[in-house]
Every structure is written in C-alpha cells, then in structure tokens.
C-alpha cells in the first residue's frame, strides 16, 4: 500500500534473539537494556520513530522475561508499557519488571480496540511516530494501524 504514513524499510532487529553469552545473564538479564537495544536499533533505520510496537510472543517475552499476558509491548526511549488482560495483570506485573502494566478495559468482559487504545495512550504520552513490527499482527490490526488518527508517520519492519 502507498501511503504517506507508511513505509516499508529494512529492519535493523534480528528476528531471534541471540543466546546469553553467560550463564549469569541467562538467570539475571537485562530486560530494559534489551528493551533500549531494540528500540535504538529501529531507530537507527527508521529514523526519527518515537516508539517501537511489537506483538509477536517471541520478542515480548525476549524483551519483557514474560512468557504470557502481554498481547502488545511498546518501547520508546523514556517510556516502556504493554497491555496486558486481566486475569494475568498481577503475575505480569510481577514479571516485567520496569514495564508499565495496562489494561484495556475497565472489567474483563468489555470490547475494546486495542489498537485505538494504543493509539490514545501513545497520543497521551506525547509520541507521535512509530516502527510497528508486523510479525504476528493480525489482518484486523493492519488495517486500524493504518487509520492515521493520531500518528503522524507510522512505518512497518520488514524482517531481514
């Protein structure tokens, strides 16, 4: 699709990450430093993005040390957060440490966008350009993300 607001470029982020280098970081990683690695690698060929926006299972749990719960994560260089459901928000919070938690919905059984949810609270913390990692994004995702109601450039990675 030709779209001012996206582009499609190559991606700077390996689609696996590497294996610790120590048995001591495999205990005890860095969750925020991977976080900031990741988000300063899509920088460094996105350009000027404000945030990363990943949701594939894989790359949240490698960035966050959590295996379930969280459907989104977004990365930026001073703000971490991802969205969780509610039956799993107290055992996330307890895993990803230095991530802010947040939940869609006032109670479990509402509907919610999650999508335009994201948008807002991206909207609220003043972000306003984005790398979406499409990798697990579903059709319906696609095609809200491209809705450009509040981001004024949005461009999707392309894996290597």
């Known amino acids: ?69 969280i459907s989104w994560l977004v990365v930026g260089s001073n703000t971490q957060f991802a969205i969780s459901r509610h039956m799993l928000v107290s055992e996330v919070r307890d895993e990803a440490v230095n991530c802010d938690i947040l939940l869609a919905s006032t109670t479990s059984t509402e509907r919610v966008l999650l999508e335009q949810f994201i948008m807002r609270e991206l909207q609220n913390r003043g972000l306003n350009t984005a790398a979406i990692d499409p990798a697990r994004l579903t059709a319906q995702s696609y095609i809200q993300l491209q809705k450009p109601l509040i981001l004024h450039n949005v461009c999707f990675l392309v894996s290597l």
Not at 30 to 53: M, N, P
């Open 1 to 69: 699709m030709n779209s001012p607001f996206f582009s499609q470029q190559q991606s700077a982020l390996k689609p696996h990450p590497r294996p610790p280098k120590t048995a001591d970081d495999a205990k005890h990683p860095d969750f925020v430093k991977r976080r900031r690695q990741a988000f300063e690698a899509a920088r460094q060929t996105h350009g000027s993005i404000d945030s990363l926006i990943l949701c594939d299972p894989l790359d949240i749990q490698y960035l966050t040390g959590t295996s379930h719960g």
